[in-house]
Nanobody, 121 residues
Framework: QVQLIESGGDSVQVGGSLNLSCVAS????????MAWFRQAPKWREGVAAF????AYAGVVKGRFTISRDNAKNTLYLQMTNLKPEDSSMYYC??????????????????WGQGTQVTVSS
């Protein structure tokens, strides 16, 4: 069973930066696709995903950077130039690389509990 624990959420002002981390434990972590999602009104919105390279939602491209350290089983999300609309609960997810489109929450089997990001003006 894979477990994911996120950290790094905080309250920042517009234009600020945050770095999120997700530590994974369990079998075959390096072979899983990992991603960051955030809670939208009706579903979880895919923010970025990483297997061998990063993929990004258009609204964060150029501001967020996803990376992973397989030696530490850790996924990162560097967020810069934060906007109020980035405020949300951010979730780490992991799943099979053939599990479907990276942006879809049903493509991931494992989820963390979330870390809250609040951006205020």
């Amino acid at each position: 069973q894979v477990q994911l624990i996120e950290s790094g959420g905080d309250s920042v002002q517009v234009g600020g930066s945050l770095n999120l981390s997700c530590v994974a434990s369990g079998p075959n972590i390096p072979n899983l696709r990992m991603a960051w999602f955030r809670q939208a009104p009706k579903w979880r919105e895919g923010v970025a995903a990483f297997y061998t390279s990063g993929a990004y939602a258009g609204v964060v491209k150029g501001r967020f950077t996803i990376s992973r350290d397989n030696a530490k089983n850790t996924l990162y999300l560097q967020m810069t130039n934060l906007k109020p609309e980035d405020s949300s609960m951010y979730y780490c997810a992991a799943g099979d690389i053939y599990g479907g489109m990276w942006q879809r929450e049903e493509s991931y089997k494992y989820w963390g509990q979330g870390t809250q990001v609040t951006v205020s003006s």
